[in-house]
């Protein structure tokens, strides 16, 4: 079972908002969309279920081509965000629903109600109105109805967004266990890089319409194509700084240097751009070869047990992730430390030279 997407795209009164895309998903696998807001994920998402037509392109289902075919005649699944339930009906209704739409028999509805409900932890609230369960309760109310339908193809946009932190937690566990055992086909939207890291599976990261890359989750996240998709698989962002080669020698601003090893060595001098992540900025030297950049300090967060610091480096902007509570001065200067392991160089095009060092030992 394989849902193939071969040059599809979708313009919108002329506006591009998916750019020709090639996608594989194979039977029982996570699939997770990630990217910022108004990234394609919805219209991508839309396109695989039939909800609009492509203006190029084709769809495959199990090898069929289904493009054409309304979103009624085919074996698919969609929650929202903003989750739907019947406030007349119970829970045991609600799930049932789908299936009596669909003319299943009485016995065999009941089977899967109980069975997925079982699944789902709503066994003791089948009798219920939704508007009688906790937030966290109805959102399951909703997947289970989308579970029951047996359907090949489980599409989820942004389904945990509107529920508190500890709910979400909760179901980004759940989730994967649940739809392991379903052996469809699941698509899951996210803003959230450490949600997709989370649910595992397969990562596609969007920018701007396009699929930046596909694969395994962690693959994706550790060496990224490009600038792009590492910026869009960073939460902050990846900062950026330029740099060039001379020598065996990468010189970076303020003076730094590190030494070209492994693939670096063998690039020709010139000028590139390094990239690291936010949680690798230090505020002390704990590497004996780390590099100490000067930065003027412009914000900081604290979320309790970390704090963010968003730094000015040279009319670059660049964002700190530091373990513990710190009390800065804003606007002082700020010497901020990085070890060379955890740089990835880019060529002048975007495209990823050489993942970090430490990407590779993972």
């Known amino acids: 079972m394989t849902l193939e997407l071969k040059g599809v795209s979708k313009t919108v009164e002329g506006q591009t ?79 049932a629903s789908p299936m009596k739409l669909m003319g299943v028999d009485a016995a065999e509805i009941d089977r899967r109600v109980r069975e997925t409900a079982e699944l789902m932890q709503l066994t003791p609230m089948l009798d219920r109105k939704p508007l009688e369960l906790s937030g966290g309760q109805q959102q399951r109310c909703a997947l289970a109805r989308a579970l029951v339908k047996n359907a090949g193809l489980v599409l989820l946009d942004e389904p945990l967004a509107n529920l508190d932190y500890k709910l979400r937690e909760e179901l980004r566990v759940e989730i994967p266990k649940i739809f392991e055992k379903s052996g469809s086909i699941f698509v899951y939207a996210t803003t959230e890089p450490e949600e997709a890291l989370l649910l595992g599976g397969n990562t596609a990261t969007l920018w701007e319409g396009r699929v930046t890359q596909f694969g395994p989750t962690p693959h994706v996240y550790r060496q990224p194509v490009d600038a792009t998709t590492a910026r869009v698989f960073s939460d902050p962002p990846m900062n950026f700084l330029p740099v060039s080669k001379t020598g065996s020698k990468l010189m970076f601003g303020d003076g730094q240097s590190a030494p070209a090893r492994g693939k670096l060595a063998e690039l ?22 780390a590099m100490k950049f000067t930065t003027r300090l412009v914000v900081t967060e604290l979320t309790g047990s970390e704090t963010f610091v968003h730094l000015d480096h040279q009319g670059q902007r660049w964002v700190g992730l530091i373990h513990g509570i710190h009390h800065l001065e804003l606007g002082a200067d700020l010497s901020v430390y990085l070890d060379p392991r955890h740089v990835y160089v880019f060529g002048e095009d975007g495209a990823l030279i050489a993942p970090a060092a430490y990407a590779l030992a993972a």
């Not at 394609?40 to 037509?53: E, H, I, Y």
């Not at 000028?271 to 590497?287: I, M, Q, S, V, Y």
Request: hydrophobic letters at 35%; glycine letters at 10%.
């Open 268 to 289: 020709p001098d010139g000028r590139f751009t390094a990239g690291f992540r936010p949680n690798h900025l230090e505020l002390g030297k704990h590497a004996e070869d």
């Open 17 to 95: 908002h998916i750019y020709p895309t090639d996608l594989t998903l194979e039977k029982g696998t996570m699939n997770v969309l990630l990217g910022p807001t108004s990234s394609g994920k919805t219209s991508l998402m839309r396109l695989m279920a039939g909800l609009d037509v492509p203006a190029t392109g084709q769809i495959f289902w199990q090898g069929q081509d289904v493009t054409g075919q309304r979103v009624q005649d085919r074996k698919v699944a969609m929650v929202y965000q903003q989750f739907i339930n019947y406030p007349s009906m119970t829970v045991y209704d609600n799930v």
